[in-house]
């Protein structure tokens, strides 16, 4: 069985890659195109929460009304996983990711050029149909791509784009702004949106539909009580983490009062911890996706209320957000493989539900968090990550025994 790449190759297997000649062929170029789309995706979603203060400040509004750009990409994305896998069932793939990854262009440009809080929130919708699209068909789409034995590896692949944005993004984000200001970072973004978009034009093959899913589809996995009980723990833990990290910045401002530098230096941290997260968090899931989630949010949650007790101390503060980001960088792959191991019959149905859930959670803690902050400052939307974080993490470990079909 060949590895080499293959670029355009004409057909495609059921059981994965390409076939040609007979031999099944996995296409690398291509499945490193969706990496690169995934970062900049990725980086598109972060960028608010590094230049929340900026934004605010340049639109005149509250740093709480800032936070709904957040808000308003997760919940398009809710609704936009479901109905691009349902509504482009009949539509090649390629063509379907590459709309979406134009879609993501064009977000980051309206953004940079956005004049009021309400054309900045339309090219956030913009980003969030792009996300909840993308999400919801990219574990299938390396399913296809490679040969079965060899998907490890090219989600591992995939996954590096989502690392490598959390190293990047926040600090990148927040350093970029205060040197050229918010705007011309959405630009930069932008241009590397456009990368994305060329090297997927130039290496992804023909995906013509494999399945047309339906709503009875995703009615049929709701029953399943692995389903049930992971979704609500993204529910909990998701929410818990972006309802703090949409306003680590004002926090770091005002407790223990950091300058520009010493927050571009730990939201790097976050990113390096996040990045060693997933790489942590991928080798315990692969043993048990039941102790990879519950261990992650129960560290999220132990490191928020260290910033609550301690957060005053710049050098205390610093570690958290650094064991912050380690701890979430291994939630994502954590619940992507208990969500497959339960419904690993209807692949894209099952990714269209979590991306489902995951958006509403990331809506539900930046709502929460905006609302916690205007109210009790940024102290307020850290206290609540840490009760969400604990209680999403006991969901997992007490009601997750026994729901899915590995030792857990």
Request: net charge positive; hydrophobic share 60%; aromatic share 8%.
């Amino acid at each position: 069985m060949s590895e080499k790449s293959c670029i355009n190759a004409p057909t495609l297997g059921r059981a994965g890659g390409h076939v040609d000649g007979g031999l099944i062929i996995a296409a690398w170029n291509a499945v490193l195109s969706l990496s690169i789309g995934v970062f900049a995706l990725v980086t598109a979603e972060f960028l608010p929460a590094s230049l929340l203060t900026l934004i605010a400040a340049d639109l005149g509004i509250s740093d709480g009304a800032a936070g709904q750009a957040v808000t308003a990409t997760a919940l398009v994305a809710a609704l936009a996983g479901p109905a691009v896998v349902i509504g482009t069932g009949r539509i090649d793939r390629r063509r379907v990711v590459w709309g979406l990854t134009l879609l993501l262009v064009l977000s980051n440009l309206l953004a940079a050029f956005a004049s009021s809080i309400w054309v900045l929130l339309a090219a956030r919708v913009m980003l969030g149909v792009a996300l909840g699209g993308v999400w919801s068909l990219v574990a299938a789409l390396a399913l296809r791509l490679v040969p079965a034995r060899l998907l490890p590896r090219a989600m591992m692949i995939i996954f590096t784009g989502v690392s490598a944005a959390t190293v990047c993004a926040p600090a990148l984000g927040a350093y970029l702004g205060n040197l050229w200001g918010w705007r011309a970072t959405f630009l930069a973004a932008g241009g590397f949106s456009l990368l994305a978009l060329l090297t997927q034009l130039l290496t992804l093959p023909r995906l013509p539909p494999a399945d047309v899913p339906s709503l009875s589809t995703f009615w049929l996995l709701l029953r399943r009580p692995g389903i049930r009980v992971g979704l609500v723990a993204v529910l909990l833990v998701i929410s818990a983490h972006f309802a703090g990290f949409t306003y680590i910045r004002p926090f770091l401002e005002q407790v223990p009062r950091m300058d520009v530098t010493a927050i571009s230096l730990a939201l790097l941290a976050f990113g390096v911890g996040g990045f060693l997260g997933n790489l942590a968090g991928g080798f315990i899931a692969e043993r048990s996706p039941r102790w990879s989630i519950a261990l992650a949010a129960l560290v999220l949650a132990a490191m928020a209320l260290l910033l609550l007790a301690y957060g005053a101390s710049g050098e205390l503060a610093l570690v958290a957000t650094a064991a912050w980001g380690f701890a979430f960088g291994g939630i994502p792959v954590g619940f992507q493989t208990w969500n497959t191991l339960a419904a690993p019959d209807h692949a894209e149905t099952a990714g269209a539900l979590l991306v489902t859930t995951f958006q509403i959670a990331i809506s539900l803690g930046a709502v929460v968090g905006g609302l916690l902050v205007n109210g009790l400052g940024a102290p307020g939307a850290i206290g609540y990550s840490a009760l969400a974080a604990l209680v999403g993490g006991l969901v997992i470990l007490l009601f997750g025994r026994n729901k899915q079909h590995w030792p857990i």
